[in-house]
Nanobody
Framework: QVHLVESGGGLVQPGGSLTLSCAAS????????MRWYRQAPGKVRELVAS????????NYVESVKGRFTISRDNAKNTVYLQMSSLKLEDTAVYYC?????????WGQGTQVTVSS
């Protein structure tokens, strides 16, 4: 059974940093690309960053380029999202995502609140 468990969210001031983690189990993690999404109140869920199975390729939504870094440790079955220079508009629930055999799997999400 696929499990994705996010952690690392919290309250941070504008300009601050946080690192999110997503621990994966139930599938061969090293064979699949991974993604981070976020959903702010009243908004649709948006793709923030993705990383290929072998870490060779990563992509970011324009609004986080240069501030967020996605990475993975295939030995630990974990994907990370390092977030810096956080802005008020980064406030959202952040979700880890894997797509296996065409089906999406989600974690429970972790809340990130950027506020002064």
């Amino acid at each position: 059974q696929v499990h994705l468990v996010e952690s690392g969210g919290g309250l941070v001031q504008p300009g601050g940093s946080l690192t999110l983690s997503c621990a994966a189990s139930g599938f061969t993690f090293s064979r699949y690309s991974m993604r981070w999404y976020r959903q702010a109140p009243g908004k649709v869920r948006e793709l923030v960053a993705s990383i290929a199975a072998d870490s060779d390729t990563s992509n970011y939504v324009e609004s986080v380029k240069g501030r967020f870094t996605i990475s993975r440790d295939n030995a630990k079955n974990t994907v990370y999202l390092q977030m810096s220079s956080l802005k008020l508009e980064d406030t959202a629930v952040y979700y880890c995502n894997a797509r296996l055999m065409g089906s999406p799997y989600w974690g429970q999400g972790t809340q990130v609140t950027v506020s002064s």
